[in-house]
């Protein structure tokens, strides 16, 4: 397999902040590089050494950033692009965290972005979903439904688990005449399963607009119509207009697939936004982070119905009790 290096630049305050959502995102290897462990080691200098190597002399004139290597597949790209839109945020909120930016090692993003698709093939996804990219054909007979996504440049293939951990839940809950809350939609793969399972109406929410505008696109693509679905861009957390706007007490299912950190710190929205006895299906949650998103759940009221892994990612289906 080959692998993509990638640098992000950014502050001594950054650091903790970013390697954890790194860690949340499933990045478990990474290097740091920091002007400070040189000051550190010159400190240890006649007790833990004598010979200095150039290659930690360097340390002193660096900037301090975060080393580490995707997969060249859409697993990869999915987390490329979920890494790129956390920095956007990060940018939006905190003044002292470095100058954010990715570099990528030895390619051009464009071109990476556009080899990655080499391996994004028609796939099974549940017992009702073949996913495919819009730039391939299936010609195979089938009665699942045929899923076209271009996911551009947002989260959202179908290969990630997450994504087929969430597909897999809505299989099991949606019905005719539900109301559905996609949040955190990236390039609408979930709310356009949740459309061809027969749901009534989807809203669809990210706080990219690149997200919202590409999602559009994949329902035209897969022929959604128009009055089922609405889209909303902005951040939910921050904005209480579009909070309202986008309902209380009004959705029988909400979808996010985002991650622990985020479902937790909005976790009194999601259960705001349900009927009484709606359903919660909550993913992009790491295996050891289960747990924690689970009690946060409970606490405010949600009973857990089930929850299933792939791959150390989980997805947590809940109800209102």
Not at 263 to 289: N, T, V, Y
Request: charged share 25%; net charge negative.
């Amino acid at each position: 397999m080959n692998w993509l290096e990638v640098t992000i630049y950014t502050s001594k305050q950054g650091l903790e902040t970013i390697t954890g959502i790194l860690l949340q995102m499933g990045v478990t290897g990474f290097v740091i590089e920091d002007p400070d462990d040189f000051e550190e080691f010159l400190s240890l200098r006649g007790q833990t050494w004598d010979y200095m190597e150039e290659s930690v002399e360097h340390l002193k004139d660096v900037e301090t950033n975060i080393k580490f290597y995707l997969a060249e597949n859409s697993q990869g790209q999915e987390t490329f692009i979920e890494i790129k839109k956390m920095l956007e945020r990060l940018k939006a909120e905190y003044d002292d965290y470095g100058s954010l930016r990715m570099e990528l090692g030895n390619v051009n993003e464009e071109d990476w972005a556009n080899n990655w698709k080499k391996y994004f093939k028609p796939f099974t996804v549940g017992e009702k979903f073949v996913i495919k990219p819009t730039w391939e054909t299936y010609d195979e007979s089938t009665e699942r439904h045929i899923l076209e996504i271009d996911p551009n440049s947002s989260f959202g293939t179908g290969q990630h688990y997450t994504t087929q951990l969430c597909i897999e839940q809505l299989e099991k809950i949606i019905t005719p005449s539900c109301e559905v809350l996609d949040m955190g939609c990236g390039s609408g793969i979930l709310s356009i399963a949740a459309l061809m399972l027969g749901a009534n109406h989807v809203t669809a929410v990210d706080i990219d607009q690149n997200s919202v505008d590409i999602a559009c696109e994949n329902f035209a693509q897969n022929k959604m119509d128009v009055t089922r679905y609405t889209t909303y861009c902005g951040n939910v957390m921050a904005d209480e207009a579009l909070e309202n706007k986008i309902g209380h007490q009004k959705y029988d299912t909400v979808v996010a697939n985002i991650v622990a950190d985020v479902i937790i710190g909005m976790k009194h929205q999601l259960k705001g936004f349900l009927k009484p006895e709606g359903k919660l299906i909550a993913s992009g949650i790491i295996g050891d982070r289960a747990d924690e998103v689970k009690a946060h759940l409970e606490e405010i009221g949600f009973e857990i119905e089930h929850i299933n892994e792939k791959n150390d990612w989980v997805a947590i289906l809940a109800h209102i009790k």
